[in-house]
C-alpha cells in the first residue's frame, strides 16, 4: 500500500473529498507566507469532521517553540512537519512524532538528513527552490535517490496527475505527498485532478 498525503488543506469539502478518495494524511500549513497558510480557527473546524484513522499533519516553516507550542494545545495533530531549516534538536523537542523535509538538490543532501534526523518518523524528499519551502510544483533528479534509504521517506516535489505513477514505479517509494499539482488554484483543490492522482497511485501498486 502505498501512503498518500494530500497537503495545503484550506477548506472542509476538499479535506473531505481527499478522504473519500483514500488519503491517509491531510497537511495543513501553518506558515503565514504560503497561499495555503490556514487559521487555527479554520483547521479546527475542519479536523472536527476528518473521518478516524486520517493522520493529520501540521506543516511550519522556521516557527518558533513559542508559536507551535501553542498550536499543539489547540490542534490534535499527529504528526509535526518541518519544512524549514530546523536543527534535530529542535524538531524532537515538541514530545511528537515528525516529518523533516530535506530540499533536495544531491545525493549528499538525504544521505546528511539520514544521519542528522534518525529520530525522524520519517524524511520528505523535496525539491530545492531558493528561498521557497514547499509547494513549488518542482521536481527534483529523481535518479539520485540512494538505492538503500535506512529510514521511511516521503516521495514530493512536482508530483502530477500524470506522472506520479512512473515516480513510484521508478523510485519504489511507499509513500507520497502532493499539493499545488491537484489545484484549480492556489489552496483549492481541483476534484477531477484529486482524483486523478490517486488513480496514478493506484495504477502503480
Not at 513549488?136 to 539520485?144: E, V, Y
Not at 534509504?149 to 523510485?171: K, Y
Request: with cysteine.
Amino acid at each position: 500500500m502505498i501512503r498518500i498525503k494530500i497537503c495545503g488543506i484550506t477548506n472542509e469539502q476538499d479535506a473531505l473529498l481527499a478522504c473519500q478518495l483514500g488519503a491517509d494524511a491531510l497537511g495543513f500549513v501553518f506558515y503565514e507566507r504560503s497561499p495555503r497558510f490556514i487559521s487555527v480557527q479554520k483547521a479546527q473546524a475542519i479536523m472536527a469532521k476528518l473521518p478516524p484513522f486520517v493522520s493529520v499533519v501540521g506543516l511550519f516553516v522556521n516557527a518558533s517553540k513559542p508559536f507551535i507550542d501553542e498550536i499543539l494545545k489547540q490542534l490534535p495533530l499527529d504528526i509535526v512537519q518541518f519544512h524549514g531549516d530546523e536543527s534535530a534538536l529542535f524538531c524532537q523537542s515538541f514530545d511528537r512524532p515528525y516529518i523533516k523535509a530535506v530540499r533536495v538538490q544531491t545525493r549528499e543532501d538525504i544521505l546528511m538528513a539520514q544521519h542528522d534526523f534518525a529520530t525522524a518518523r520519517a524524511l520528505l524528499f523535496d525539491a530545492h527552490v531558493k528561498d521557497t519551502y514547499g509547494g513549488t510544483g518542482q521536481r527534483f533528479d529523481w535518479g539520485i535517490l540512494p538505492e538503500q534509504i535506512n529510514m521511511p521517506w516521503v516521495l514530493s516535489g512536482g508530483l502530477t496527475p500524470d506522472n506520479v505513477g512512473e515516480a513510484v514505479t521508478l523510485t519504489h517509494a511507499l509513500a507520497v505527498d502532493v499539493s499545488s499539482s491537484v489545484e484549480s488554484e492556489k489552496g483549492v483543490k481541483c476534484p477531477q485532478k484529486l482524483a486523478a492522482f490517486f488513480e496514478g497511485v493506484h495504477r502503480a501498486r
